[in-house]
Every structure is written in structure tokens, then in C-alpha cells.
């Protein structure tokens, strides 16, 4: 079945250390995005990226970065730098390479604790 | 920057009865509108869109929206709750990312609905 995959479902983090989060598409879209979800904020765009080796800031990038080398995905790290990192982290792609969604198929999410 | 209100943070019912989420946009140009939703430690799953035509659309699991481009709203609608619709529903506008050819979506802080038996 053609789904997103993120990986993994929990995952925890000592304070000052870099983490890595995996989301990987099957579906062959060209865009994917990362959000935050935060109790009561709705979701945070923090990057997204148009093709291979593109990517832009969305919202919220400041503590986070991320790589395109492959089409199918679009780890985001979570660094150090990142004050409050602790949330529920989405990826997100969208049919198509338009400039609306017209739909986003969402992966299940990684939930990021801080200890 | 497109800005979705959802209204209500939290929103109980019973069992059996009508309920209505309300959620409003701002915005000056055509936009898709969509609402989705999310069980605990789970991704979003699209209920239902509006993207043209009819004013009223019909989603999954029964639910329904009706699109008031006067008013700015897309509230979500189901005449009859069962405690499984117990989630957490999302309020979403997609737009275009200024300078890009992608688009985006605008959340709005969702609306949690608990039915009760």
C-alpha cells in the first residue's frame, strides 16, 4: 500500500543531543513537509521541499534542519539548538507539485520527548 | 498569511445527539478548505474537502460541511455522534507559499470533541 512511514513512533532525547527523525514516502510525490503539533497549536509548518535537493523554512525552522537526497525521503533532525523541542512531529505530502494542496496524506508521527 | 479560527477548544455531547464544529478563515482569494481528523498518537486523516461547486460537502464517517464564503466559514456538521468520533478534529486552508509554486496548509488549533455515553 502507497502511504508515508515515519519512524520511529516514540522517541527519546537526552537534553543537548541531536535527533534524527525518518519519514519516508512510497507514493512518488515530489513535495513533503514537516510539521509540529503542539497541545492547543494546531500544526507548525518547520520545512518543506519542492524536489530533490531543495528545501525552504517554513514557520518555525529555527533548531531544525533537513536533507532531500532521495525523492522518497525527508529526514528532519531536531539539534540541540532547538529551546523546546519536546511535541508530536508530522510529515506531510500532497499529490501533484501545484501550487494548492487539493489533499495530504499525513504519516502516523513521531512523538519527541525531551528527558 | 491565511489565519484559521476554530472556535471552540473543546466541545462535549452525548451519544446520539447533533453536534457542530465551527471554524473560520481569513482570507481574500479563492482557497481549498478541508477538515480532518486525528485519534490519540496518530497522524490527520482527511474527512472531508471543499475545493468548488456545491456549498454543502459530505465526508466520511457521516459528517458534512457547508462552505459560507460570506460569512468565512466551513463548519463541520453531524446530525448523530457515536462515542468513536471521540478524536480531535482539525480546520484547514491550503494556500500558496509566497514566491514558491508549492502550497501549504493553515491549521487551526482543532477542536477536541468527547462523546459521552
Known amino acids: 500500500d502507497g502511504g508515508i512511514t515515519q519512524s520511529p513512533k516514540y522517541l527519546f532525547r537526552k537534553e543537548g543531543q541531536n535527533v534524527t527523525l525518518s519519514c519516508e514516502q512510497n507514493?512518488?510525490?515530489?513535495?513533503m513537509y514537516w510539521y509540529r503539533q503542539d497541545p492547543g497549536q494546531g500544526l507548525r509548518l518547520i520545512y518543506y521541499?519542492?524536489?530533490?535537493?531543495?528545501?525552504q523554512k517554513g514557520d518555525i525552522a529555527e533548531g531544525y534542519s533537513v536533507s532531500r537526497e532521495k525523492k522518497e525521503s525527508f529526514p528532519l533532525t531536531v539539534t540541540s539548538a532547538q529551546k523546546n523541542p519536546t511535541a508530536f512531529y508530522l510529515c506531510?505530502?500532497?499529490?501533484?507539485?501545484?501550487?494548492?494542496?487539493?489533499?495530504?496524506?499525513f504519516g502516523q508521527g513521531t512523538r519527541l520527548t525531551v528527558v | 498569511a491565511q489565519s484559521v479560527t476554530q472556535l471552540d477548544s473543546q466541545v462535549p455531547v452525548f451519544e446520539e445527539a447533533p453536534v457542530e464544529l465551527r471554524c473560520n478563515y481569513s482570507?481574500?482569494?479563492?482557497?481549498?478548505l478541508f477538515w480532518y481528523v486525528q485519534y490519540p498518537n496518530q497522524g490527520l486523516q482527511l474527512l472531508l474537502k471543499?475545493?468548488?461547486?456545491?456549498?454543502l460537502v459530505k465526508g466520511i464517517n457521516g459528517f458534512e460541511a457547508e462552505f459560507n464564503k460570506s460569512q468565512t466559514s466551513f463548519h463541520l456538521r453531524k446530525p448523530s455522534v457515536h462515542i468513536s468520533d471521540t478524536a480531535e478534529y482539525f480546520c484547514?486552508?491550503?494556500?500558496?507559499?509566497?514566491?514558491?509554486?508549492?502550497?501549504?496548509?493553515?491549521f487551526g488549533r482543532g477542536t477536541q470533541l468527547t462523546v459521552w455515553p
Open positions: 521541499s519542492q524536489i530533490v535537493n531543495d528545501f
Open positions: 471543499y475545493l468548488s461547486g456545491s456549498t
Open positions: 482570507s481574500s482569494v479563492s482557497v481549498y
Open positions: 507514493l512518488n510525490h515530489d513535495a
Open positions: 506531510a505530502s500532497p499529490p501533484g507539485g501545484s501550487g494548492f494542496h487539493t489533499e495530504a496524506f
Open positions: 484547514a486552508v491550503s494556500a500558496r507559499i509566497r514566491g514558491s509554486t508549492l502550497g501549504r496548509l493553515y
